[in-house]
């Protein structure tokens, strides 16, 4: 169980689409914001754990055209959030200011993050600790996940917070909100070279 304790623990702690969105959102738009958005990511961080605990995942994303689908949704919705964090609190004239990303945002962004369920997968198909219980030890792993997943990704939230608590210039505040959003950009390439790397 340790060695399934600490996965989670590098998988979540590392920079990706959830904890780099959290910290953008909380930065953009501030505490309440994030948590509401928060609130949505960890809704669809478990409603994925348990499609793929299920085999529902397995069944559903082996049809290869599904799988094309979701990767280009979840391209095209983080550039969307992406878009939304970096211009917010923009004072571009022809930029309406931006309503900040909410739970509904969270839930889709992990229903559609391939990531998502490739380390869901990795997760509850391996590390097996209770071989003659595979329900209990699928409870256990998702309560040590979630004990795991939700400290760490209020610390990125609160990273985001101290970024927007330093009461910056605006174009400094704006240039940390691109910084972030390109940070998610990065991610995207990097979801979109794996498949043609392996």
Not at 52 to 78: C, K, Q
Not at 98 to 105: A, K, Y
Not at 110 to 118: G, R, S, V, W
């Amino acid at each position: 169980m340790l060695s399934f304790a600490a996965a989670v623990f590098l998988l979540i702690v590392t920079p990706g689409p959830g904890v780099l969105s959290v910290a953008g959102v909380g930065s953009g738009f501030g505490f309440r914001a994030g948590n509401r958005y928060l609130a949505g990511l960890w809704l669809g961080n478990n409603a994925v754990a348990l499609l793929v605990a299920s085999g529902i995942a397995a069944v559903v994303l082996a049809e290869p055209v599904i799988r094309t689908v979701l990767l280009f949704a979840s391209v095209a919705y983080l550039l969307y959030l992406a878009g939304r964090i970096a211009l917010a609190g923009s004072k571009i004239a022809f930029i309406e200011k931006q309503s900040p990303p909410g739970l509904l945002n969270g839930l889709t962004l992990q229903l559609i993050n391939p990531k998502a369920y490739a380390v869901h997968t990795t997760l509850f198909g391996g590390f097996p600790f209770l071989p003659t219980d595979l329900f209990a030890e699928t409870l256990i792993k998702f309560v040590v996940m979630n004990v795991i997943w939700i400290p760490l990704h209020y610390l990125w939230l609160g990273a985001g917070l101290s970024l927007r608590r330093l009461d910056l210039a605006p174009g400094v505040q704006r240039a940390i909100n691109v910084g972030m959003a390109l940070a998610m950009l990065g991610v995207v390439a990097l979801a979109l070279l794996a498949p043609s790397a392996a």
